[in-house]
């Protein structure tokens, strides 16, 4: 088994333009999800999605789009990137939102000059 | 202040010493994950506990919950156990949603 798949692993983006981070999962879970880690700074949750069509927003949503195109896969695009926006991005499933185990994948650093 | 406090921040030890990671929380939670994020940058589940203690190998977890506390614990470290450390606790007061601390950068010298 893969476990949680995130494709690419490097990514350098000029300013206005967009991108799709894709991720995929080979564990049945419902549950996926988004964060963004910036130096000095915890995991922060962009959007998360609670089951197959479903999505919602966490702590730090904007200038964000995301899509769970089925129970396997949850993308999240960047329609305008900004400065702002240059971080480390990982997707993660788990079971249920409450009390599972979370299975990240490994991570895109993202640049946005 | 975060709700999600974690220390020290960075620790540094020689190998074979005994490790303490600890984690503080301010409200309610229904688990506490511990995880562990490699230099390389990925990022693996050790720990979800909600009480009591859990045990893997050198590594073991505890948590108070009327203290609001958890630590991981490593025993007979190795330089292999070289990663930040972070403690994620699903806070259930309020908006429903997982906490991450800071992280605990730990290097082990050979």
């Known amino acids: 088994n893969a476990g949680v798949t995130q494709t690419p692993k490097f990514q350098v983006l000029k300013t206005g333009q967009s991108m799709t981070l894709q991720c995929a999962q080979d564990m049945n879970h419902n549950s996926m999800y988004w964060y963004r880690q910036d130096p000095g700074m915890g995991l922060r949750l962009i959007y998360y999605?609670?089951?197959?069509?479903?999505?919602d927003k966490g702590e730090v949503p904007n200038g964000y789009n995301v899509s769970r195109l089925n129970k396997r896969e949850f993308s999240l695009r960047l329609e305008s990137a900004a400065p702002s926006q240059t971080s480390v991005y990982f997707c993660?499933?788990?079971?249920?939102?409450?009390?599972?185990?979370?299975?990240f994948g490994n991570g895109t650093r993202l640049t946005v000059t | 202040k975060n709700e999600v406090e974690q220390s020290p921040q960075n620790l540094t030890a020689q190998e074979g010493e005994f490790i303490t990671i600890n984690c503080s929380y301010s409200v309610g939670i229904s688990a506490l994950h511990w995880l562990q994020q490699h230099p390389g940058g990925g990022i693996v589940s050790l720990f979800m506990?909600?009480?009591g203690k859990k045990k893997h190998g050198r590594l073991i977890a505890t948590i108070n919950i009327q203290e609001k506390h958890s630590s991981l614990h490593i025993t007979a470290s190795h330089p292999r156990d070289s990663a930040v450390y972070i403690c994620?606790?699903?806070?259930?007061?309020?908006?429903?949603?997982?906490?991450f601390g800071q992280g605990t950068r730990l290097t082990i010298n050979p």
């Open positions: 506990l909600s009480s």
């Open positions: 999605s609670a089951s197959e069509g479903t999505t």
């Open positions: 994620a606790a699903f806070i259930i007061q309020g908006a429903q949603k997982l906490v």
């Open positions: 993660a499933s788990s079971e249920a939102r409450r009390g599972s185990p979370l299975h």
